[in-house]
């Protein structure tokens, strides 16, 4: 059964950063592209980003472009988002995510197995 478990997320100021880690389980991690999504209260989950399964090719949502980085470490089966200036408009709960594919995706529908989330809150 596969598991994806977020953390580091929270309560900070416009401009701080925040890196939010994913630890996965119950699958081969080097057959999956991962990724990163959010979801604003009364909106659609939409794409952040994310990373092929040798970290060799990212993509990002125009919003992250510049401030946000997606990483994988394939010996702890993790993926990384640092998110660095912060903006209000960043507050989510986000979401990791596991594609069973080659490339890279920014669709929803996708992506096989799910995490719980973890809120991020951006005060002004």
């Known amino acids: 059964q596969v598991q994806l478990v977020e953390s580091g997320g929270g309560l900070v100021q416009a401009g701080d950063s925040l890196r939010l880690s994913c630890v996965a389980s119950?699958?081969?991690?080097?057959?999956?592209?991962m990724g990163w999504f959010r979801q604003a209260p009364g909106t659609e989950r939409e794409f952040v980003a994310a990373?092929?399964?040798?970290?060799?090719?990212?993509q990002y949502a125009d919003y992250a472009k510049g401030r946000f980085a997606i990483s994988r470490d394939n010996a702890k089966n993790t993926v990384d988002l640092q998110m660095n200036n912060l903006k209000p408009e960043d507050t989510a709960v986000y979401y990791c995510?596991?594609?069973?594919?080659?490339?890279?995706?920014?669709?929803?529908?996708?992506?096989?197995?799910w995490g719980q989330g973890t809120q991020v809150t951006v005060s002004s």
């Open positions: 995510a596991a594609d069973r594919t080659y490339g890279t995706s920014r669709y929803v529908k996708e992506y096989d197995s």
């Open positions: 119950g699958l081969f991690f080097t057959r999956y592209a």
């Open positions: 990373i092929r399964w040798d970290g060799y090719s990212t």
